[in-house]
Nanobody, 121 residues
Framework: VQLQAFGGGLVQSGGSLGLSCAAS????????MGWFRQAPGREREFLAA???????YYADSVKGRFTISRDNAKNTMYLQMSGLKPEDSAVYYC????????????????RGQGTQVTVSS
């Protein structure tokens, strides 16, 4: 079972970037899915989540700038990011949850391989 994030890169402040999270070895549909990020010297930050039924949750730091979505047929989740800021620079990764409290970061597990996002000022 593996989750892997794709799509990171270097973008200028104010720019946009789209990330994908692909799942292998598991069926995507039963899981709630979440996006996290972690920058050097900083704690893990829970950014957004999408329930198995498609409801979404966003942290205040990204609300209005990031959009989470999923395509169960493709076993893939997405994070569309706009209005990027230098403080958004981090390794972004995805994880899954089966708990009813899917809006809570602590309920997520199975952190996959991340992708680096760097926002230049």
């Amino acid at each position: 079972v593996q989750l892997q994030a794709f799509g990171g890169g270097l973008v200028q402040s104010g720019g946009s970037l789209g990330l994908s999270c692909a799942a292998s070895g598991l069926t995507f549909r039963p899981y709630h899915m979440g996006w996290f990020r972690q920058a050097p010297g900083r704690e893990r930050e829970f950014l957004a989540a999408i329930s198995r039924s498609g409801a979404s949750y966003y942290a205040d730091s990204v609300k209005g700038r990031f959009t989470i979505s999923r395509d169960n047929a493709k076993n893939t989740m997405y994070l569309q990011m706009s209005g990027l800021k230098p403080e958004d620079s981090a390794v972004y990764y995805c994880a899954r949850s089966q708990n009813v409290n899917w809006r809570l970061a602590v309920e997520y597990y199975g952190r996959g391989q991340g992708t680096q996002v760097t926002v230049s000022s």
